[in-house]
């Protein structure tokens, strides 16, 4: 009787047992590892903005004009703070395309090219076809880099810092990026009443050092 009892419980444990499924447990995914901080003298001061320290977190974005059947595009980086209005947000530009192809953005290739090939940008406005500047002030005043500026400037993306990554979030060009330049601030002085005086302030940044990316 005994016997014939717990060939019973035998019976059942194994039955109950195939019953049970299995979790499958999916492989991690993986993620582009990207890393933003910039640090340099601005305006004679040592200033340091990194992500996830005081809200800053890093941004970039992309600005497309199509004509004749070509789109051309300029990237933007910049750390941005949910806490402080001061940051510096750097461009380079302009990557092409046939807007024949119908895409939003360039291919992935050309994307990678475009930044291999363009360690030594020169400064332009807006970045077309070159190199920009842009710092904000803590008060919300915004200097630009010039072009045509009288003092010397200089601008490198690190080759070897230029890789690409991609995961489920996109396509990106990690850099470092080290420059120098003054950047102005156009405003018109109305103390001695209209029309005003046209005045520009300068803020030299030097020795700077940005690490970011640009998403396709």
């Known amino acids: 009787m ?13 039955t109950l047992n195939s019953c049970i499924d299995h979790e499958v447990i999916p492989a991690p995914e993986q993620m582009v590892d990207l890393k933003a901080s910039f640090e340099g003298d601005i305006g004679g001061q040592f200033t340091q903005y990194t992500q996830y320290v005081s809200g800053y977190e890093g941004v970039s974005d992309i600005s497309i004009q199509s004509s004749g059947g070509t789109s051309k595009a300029q990237y933007t980086f910049g750390l941005i703070s949910s806490q402080n209005s001061a940051m510096v947000r750097i461009g380079v530009g302009s990557i092409s395309w046939s807007s024949s192809l119908g895409t939003y953005r360039p291919e992935l290739t050309p994307f990678n090219d475009f930044f291999l090939a363009n360690t ?97």
């Open 2 to 14: 005994n016997r014939i009892n717990l060939l019973f419980v035998a019976i059942i444990g194994l």
């Open 120 to 216: 030594l940008p020169v400064y332009k406005e807006f970045a077309f076809d070159g190199f920009e500047v842009v710092y904000r002030t803590q008060n919300d005043s915004i200097f630009v880099s010039r072009e045509n500026s009288v003092f010397a400037q200089t601008v490198e993306f690190v080759p070897s810092s230029i890789i690409q990554g991609s995961d489920s979030s996109g396509d990106y060009s990690k850099f470092i990026c080290n420059f120098k330049c003054y950047v102005y601030n156009d405003w018109t002085d109305m103390s001695g009443g209209l029309p005003g005086v046209p005045m520009t302030d300068s803020i030299l940044i030097n020795n700077a050092v940005y690490e970011g990316w640009f998403k396709r």
